[in-house]
T-cell receptor, first 113, second 110 residues
Framework: NAGVTQTPKFRVLKTGQSMTLLCAQDMNHEYMYWYRQDPGMGLRLIHYSVGEGTTAKGEVPDGYNVSRLKKQNFLLGLESAAPSQTSVYFCASNSLGSTDTQYFGPGTRLTVL | GENVEQHPSTLSVQEGDSAVIKCTYS??????FPWYKQELGKRPQLIIDIRSNVGEKKDQRIAVTLNKTAKHFSLHITETQPEDSAVYFC?????????FGKGTRLSVIA
């Protein structure tokens, strides 16, 4: 049982390049989330999904797209990376209950030059 | 009504002393209040949580209290140790996904 995993761990992009971050969970969780973490800003929600085939916007969705084609995977895409997207990205998941524990992945450190 | 205010942003205590971090919120729908600990370079990890039908919960040196009327909840760490040094985040959830406070950097001085 690996929990929540993220690929890649580190990435450096040039402005304008695109990339996809992959999150996978093996806990059969319905809900999955993408956060970004910047110094002094805490964890801000980018997009989330309440089930396979569904996505919704969070607090800071601009410049990102997501897809949830399979229940265990949640992809975060940057179509045209900008330096403001330099951050640490965390994926998380939890099961259906509103009081259920949310588990985080190990994070992806992205630098956009 | 979505924000969680967390104070203080930094906290230094002597080893063995207690540490208290407080969070406030404004909406009435929130019913779940977890606390996460994040060590440098690591992922946030749940250390304790409380649901709205409970006023206090303890787990060894860690306790959380919830005042639903005043809409605030607090993390209490007793007999602090150097390994308690980390960033702590409060969060709340009700009808929307978890909303996090901006974090408290706790330093325990030996």
């Amino acid at each position: 049982n690996a929990g929540v995993t993220q690929t890649p761990k580190f990435r450096v992009l040039k402005t304008g390049q695109s990339m996809t971050l992959l999150c996978a969970q093996d806990m059969n969780h319905e809900y999955m989330y993408w956060y970004r973490q910047d110094p002094g800003m805490g964890l801000r929600l980018i997009h989330y999904s309440v089930g396979e085939g569904t996505t919704a916007k969070g607090e800071v969705p601009d410049g990102y797209n997501v897809s949830r084609l399979k229940k265990q995977n949640f992809l975060l895409g940057l179509e045209s990376a900008a330096p403001s997207q330099t951050s640490v990205y965390f994926c998380a998941s939890n099961s259906l209950g509103s009081t259920d524990t949310q588990y985080f992945g190990p994070g992806t450190r992205l630098t956009v030059l | 009504g979505e924000n969680v205010e967390q104070h203080p942003s930094t906290l230094s205590v002597q080893e063995g002393d207690s540490a208290v971090i407080k969070c406030t919120y404004s909406d009435s729908a929130s019913n779940y209040f977890p606390w996460y600990k994040q060590e440098l370079g690591k992922r946030p990890q749940l250390i304790i949580d409380i649901r709205s039908n409970v006023g206090e919960k303890k787990d060894q040196r860690i306790a959380v209290t919830l005042n639903k009327t005043a809409k605030h909840f607090s993390l209490h760490i007793t007999e602090t140790q150097p390994e308690d040094s980390a960033v702590y985040f409060c969060a709340k959830r009700g009808n929307t996904p978890l909303v996090f406070g901006k974090g408290t950097r706790l330093s325990v001085i030996a």
